[in-house]
């Protein structure tokens, strides 16, 4: 009995951690809802990655976080929770960033990369969390990633100038 009971708790380590709400780097919890057909639904998160820095889960094929389908049809928030840990203890900012660029993908999965980074910046902007320094602070991260998928504008520094360059469009016509 002592072993099975062992054996129970090895494997409920090894899973996936799953739920429905983020916790943003001031602590808030927030969550990702979608609508479809006029039924609105919280985003359900899975948390994958239980190892070292560099031990990436091969599901996230490389990304912090990925919007995937989930059984029902509905999608599911996959975050790599290595990355995440590594990120909140050097770039609080960015997990809120992705939390939110991926929150826009699971509302319209017909967003590319570029519109999701633009829907997290207005959102964090209209939630008052965009401070001067947060936006310095994520500017210099992504101007830090000097190769990219085309998807992304091939660097850091293009998809940064292309968010920017988004957001000031939304701005021009009047939406946010």
């Not at 039924?39 to 994958?48: A, D, M, N």
């Not at 017909?110 to 310095?136: F, H, M, Q, S, W």
């Amino acid at each position: 009995m002592h072993r099975a009971a062992l054996l129970a708790l090895l494997c409920m380590l090894a899973a996936p951690i799953s739920g429905f709400a983020f916790e943003r780097s001031d602590g808030t919890i927030v969550h990702c809802e979608v609508t479809r057909d006029g039924e609105s639904r919280v985003v359900h998160e899975v948390w994958l990655g239980h190892g070292d820095l560099g031990d990436r889960h091969p599901a996230l094929g490389g990304a912090a976080a990925v919007v995937r389908p989930g059984a029902d049809g509905w999608p599911v928030i996959f975050f790599d929770s290595v990355v995440f840990r590594a990120m909140l203890a050097s770039d609080p900012h960015m997990s809120d960033f992705i939390f939110y660029h991926e929150c826009a993908h699971a509302q319209d999965p017909k967003r590319d990369e570029i519109e999701a980074n633009c829907e997290a910046y207005l959102e964090l902007d209209k939630l008052g969390v965009l401070t001067p320094e947060r936006l310095d602070a994520l500017a210099s991260t992504h101007k830090k990633m000097l190769r990219l998928p085309s998807r992304y504008g091939g660097s850091g520094e293009i998809f940064w100038e292309r968010t920017l360059s988004c957001v000031k469009s939304r701005r021009d016509i009047g939406l946010r």
